[in-house]
């Protein structure tokens, strides 16, 4: 990411020394030349006819090398620019603008805000089309965001002035929110002059074609596109089959939309609670090896909390560690490692949507309401580049399948009937488990631990992942009967033809 904080930091440079204003229509206290020329430049940008969001396909960052452990945390360019900013943004009262209302103009007005604009009328749009109260809606999962979105739709409702203050607030309370910054400096352009706001042709074609500007409009095109295109009501990703209520949480990110959703689980089933913009890899998704600045795509769980007080400050409030690779990633030579879902650095609110070298990184706050949910070794986390949602009874229904050879399988292995057992694994079937069984093959030794006793599965879970190969990830418990306690496994299932067959074993427990 210091390729792209340098992009930002050379950006802001650029404005202070190209688009400052040479004749402000009131003077700049401390911090607010900074302020005055990014709403200068905003205006600029945007002031093209149609040309609102132009920049988003250009957003796209090169690709770069390095695992997510050796991230750069050369974070520190913006720090001293959002200082500046949230000092502007509390000292821009509403009268600091008086003086210009007067030679305001509509063309001003049309150019200044023209990304607001087209950011309010997406907004506007979603929240007219949107089914009535469906649930985790967007204002739960970010309050900076939900006030960002707010500051959208009263400016497309012509709340200029109240859109203006919201945004004032926005950026005191969230100094280091960048597109909050951006949407603040359009409004405020939009109360300067013509003639002040617009320098010359150069700076002009120089401050529309900058990358950073591009990523960040980028951002909020996938904010707005997160409220736009919500989940279908009573409808889950289609890789949770079923989940066990002792999987409090569930997780699943959808990279296409830069969006972490947030589902609580109890005896009713899956319900979004909450949903999060989130950043993914430099160089996409679908992680190969190590240091190709992707993020995997799979079947996760989260195997620890890291204590941010351990970690290097571009971390941000903590880290969670996923288990990639997994074994079906092993299975296929994937490498690479060190793959978190982590913060920002204090003086960052958010990242471009591409810009870890493989992590998924979301906002500070964001972040800890995550910390205070997740259960380590039992809250997965699905990575998909879109996701496809489906109801509660098609999850029921493609669940059937694995269903049937789960129970086929113990049943085999309860009558001690070693070759209908050995059906049910491939020949390079691994286990790995606390106890080692070398020497001994792990059909004999599951018709030995069986001893042909009935036995109980319970709190099963059905994690399905499609991409070429069919794969299944099922967790449970077996209690035989008689006893109280007994193992918990993780096995990794394949399709073959219609059936379905065991490649890979954990024994949790």
């Not at 739960?140 to 707010?150: H, P």
């Not at 706001?197 to 120089?206: E, V």
């Not at 960040?216 to 736009?228: F, G």
């Not at 591409?354 to 205070?372: E, F, H, I, K, T």
Request: proline share 6%; hydrophobic share 35%.
């Amino acid at each position: 990411m210091a390729h792209s904080q340098g992009k930002r930091r050379r950006l802001v440079a650029d404005i202070v020394r190209q688009g400052r204003l040479q004749h402000p229509p009131f003077r700049l206290r401390s911090g607010q030349q900074l302020l005055a020329a990014l709403a200068a430049v905003s205006a600029l940008m945007f002031a093209a006819p149609g040309a609102a969001l132009a920049s988003n396909a250009a957003g796209k960052t090169a690709k770069t090398s390095g695992s997510v452990h050796k991230e750069k945390t050369r974070a520190k360019g913006p720090a001293a620019n959002a200082r500046s900013t949230a000092r502007a943004g509390a000292a821009g009262r509403p009268s600091s603008v008086k003086e210009a209302k007067e030679a305001r103009s509509a063309k001003s007005r049309k150019a200044g805000t023209a990304v607001v604009a087209a950011a309010a009328t997406s907004a506007t749009a979603a929240r007219a089309t949107r089914k009535p109260a469906p649930a985790g809606t967007i204002q739960e999962a970010s309050n900076a965001e939900a006030r960002l979105i707010a500051v959208y739709e009263m400016f497309g409702r012509g709340q200029t002035r109240p859109a203006l203050a919201k945004a004032r607030d926005l950026v005191r309370d969230y100094p280091n929110f960048q597109l909050a910054q951006l949407v603040y400096g359009d409004l405020l352009a939009a109360q300067l002059p013509p003639s002040n706001s617009l320098p010359d042709t150069a700076s002009i074609a120089k401050m529309r074609g900058n990358p950073a500007m591009a990523e960040l409009h980028e951002e909020s095109k996938r904010r707005l596109q997160a409220l736009r295109d919500r989940p279908p009501a009573n409808t889950v990703p289609s890789q949770f089959l079923a989940l066990s209520t002792r999987s409090r949480y569930a997780i699943a990110v959808d990279a296409s939309r830069s969006r972490l959703y947030l589902f609580e689980n109890s005896d009713k089933g899956l319900k979004l609670t909450a949903d999060y913009y989130i950043s993914v890899g430099k160089a996409g998704t679908d992680k190969v090896t190590e240091g190709d600045a992707r993020t995997p795509l799979g079947v996760y769980y989260i195997t620890s909390s890291l204590d941010p007080k351990s970690l290097k400050d571009f971390y941000g409030a903590g880290a969670l560690p996923i288990n990639y690779p997994n074994p079906y990633d092993v299975r296929r030579g994937k490498t690479g490692g060190g793959i978190w879902l982590h913060g920002t650095p204090p003086q960052q609110f958010a990242r471009a949507p591409l810009a870890s070298d493989g992590c998924v990184v979301m906002a500070n706050p964001d972040l800890r309401q995550l910390l205070r949910k997740v259960q380590i070794g039992a809250t997965p986390v699905v990575t998909a580049r879109s996701l496809q949602w489906i109801s509660q009874p098609q999850a029921e229904k493609e669940s059937q399948s694995i269903t049937s050879a789960i129970n086929g399988w113990k049943d085999a292995r309860a009558s001690g009937n070693e070759a209908q057992l050995k059906k049910f694994y491939l020949p390079d079937f691994q286990r790995s488990s606390k106890k080692s069984n070398e020497g001994i093959s792990v059909v004999d030794d599951e018709v030995k631990y069986a001893q042909g006793k009935r036995v109980q599965l319970k709190d099963m879970s059905y994690l399905h992942w499609k991409d070429g190969d069919d794969t299944m990830v099922v967790t449970f418990g077996e209690v035989f009967e008689g006893e109280k306690s007994g193992r918990s496994r993780r096995q990794y299932w394949l399709r073959q033809g219609t059936d379905w067959k065991l490649f890979h074993e954990e024994i949790l427990g």
